[in-house]
């Protein structure tokens, strides 16, 4: 067992009762003019489709290959702002890779949403059936999401809603423009593609809006400060993130020339929150025979089988969090593959821990922990038998 700061299980290559029983034969992919990004397969029909620099795929079940979209290259310069699909740039352009930065199946629109790097990181919502191009909003603000070039810095799930338009939460890392992009944001997802209010902010006026930015003091002081959104997944009725992020308690400014340490972190808000109070985030890791794997890398949320639901102690069903992460803290990447560890949490433990900790900061315990966005480590308040906002932790 290994401890973890959210009750992780590390899985360090020990063959199981499983492994063995059954050879299968495994098909594979490999494009030659690209690199792939993304995939993400529908629960219904089981078409893969996959995010790559330039395209977007269409796969059958066997991986043989249906539909491609071409997305790059596209002339683009990043200085421009608004894209020069809108306004002409006084900046230079040429050809610029599309990187892939989001794919996601939105089910109550029936359609695929391929957000990419150009043009400050606009979105295309492509028709499931042969990846034709329904629309490609890139006319206001709201349509930009941001133009990092980066496959792995962005995540974002769609939640269904009653009225027929679903609400997009995404996560992306900015590059310290802050200014321009939300570091996380909650969006329309209209059922028209054309509709003016898609990718439009879910609630907004003068003060409260739903997104979050970095704010300027932060980048001030840490001008390398981002954060890096590796998955995204609902719930019930929450949706979070899993994070990778600039410690800035650990990390000196960088005017005092110090080094820079980071640390992972899942991120919770209510789904029907439109206007992120209950935003909350928590430090995520794992330890395997005394050493910490603090960087997390990679992520997904899965429904095990009957057999290893059973050996960890789980109902058949229940949602398990896998997450990849590497050792120390002060590089992004894993530098080398042995320096990585396979851990699960099931997400009912999460959900534990998080309303555990959210009514002990009720009672005055601890501190807000959320320095990057307040400027400052506030402590718990004792708010018992006062009148507050309460934060949902069912």
Not at 1 to 19: D, H, I, K, S, T
Not at 142 to 168: C, D, F, I, K, Q
Not at 198 to 214: A, N, R, T, W
Not at 241 to 250: M, N, S, Y
């Amino acid at each position: 067992m290994a401890a973890c700061l959210l009750l992780g299980l590390a899985l360090w290559g020990a063959p199981g009762p499983w492994v063995g029983a059954h050879r299968r034969e495994f098909w594979s992919f490999s494009p030659s003019d690209t690199t792939l990004a993304h995939l993400a397969v529908h629960r219904e029909t089981g078409a893969v489709y996959l995010g790559a620099v330039n395209f977007i795929y269409k796969m059958a079940a066997n991986l043989t290959e249906l539909r491609r979209h071409v997305t790059g290259p596209v002339d683009d310069n990043t200085s421009c702002y608004p894209p020069p699909s809108v306004r002409a740039c006084s900046q230079g352009l040429s050809p610029a890779p599309n990187v892939n930065k989001l794919l996601l199946l939105d089910y109550q629109g029936r359609r695929l949403l391929a957000c990419g790097s150009v043009w400050q990181g606009v979105c295309q919502l492509l028709r499931l059936s042969d990846l034709f191009k329904l629309a490609e909003p890139h006319h206001r603000k709201e349509h930009y999401l941001s133009g990092v070039p980066e496959a792995g810095a962005t995540a974002g799930v769609a939640v269904p809603r009653p009225e027929g338009a679903s609400h997009l939460f995404i996560g992306t890392s900015i590059d310290g423009k802050s200014e321009y992009f939300p570091t996380l944001s909650s969006r329309v997802l209209t059922s028209d593609p054309e509709d003016s209010r898609m990718f439009g902010l879910v609630y907004q006026d003068e003060f409260v809006s739903s997104q979050l930015k970095i704010p300027s003091d932060t980048l001030s002081r840490f001008p390398a400060f981002d954060i890096y959104y590796v998955h995204a997944f609902a719930s019930e009725r929450f949706v979070y993130f899993v994070t990778l992020q600039l410690d800035t308690e650990l990390s000196a400014p960088e005017a005092a020339g110090g080094e820079r340490f980071y640390t992972s972190k899942i991120v919770r808000l209510c789904a029907d929150d439109a206007k992120f109070y209950s935003y909350v985030e928590f430090p995520l890791a794992c330890s395997r025979e005394g050493l910490e794997y603090g960087l997390v890398q990679a992520a997904s949320v899965v429904r095990p089988g009957r057999r290893l639901a059973r050996s960890l102690g789980l109902a058949e069903g229940d949602e398990v969090l896998f997450a990849a992460f590497s050792r120390g803290q002060k590089r992004r990447r894993a530098e080398r593959p042995g320096q990585s560890l396979l851990c699960l949490f099931p997400v009912g433990a999460i959900k534990e821990r998080i309303k555990a900790r959210i009514r002990s900061c009720y009672r005055g315990e601890g501190k807000l922990s959320l320095p990057w966005l307040l400027n400052k480590e506030l402590v718990c308040i004792n708010s018992v038998g006062r009148p507050y906002r309460y934060l949902p932790t069912t």
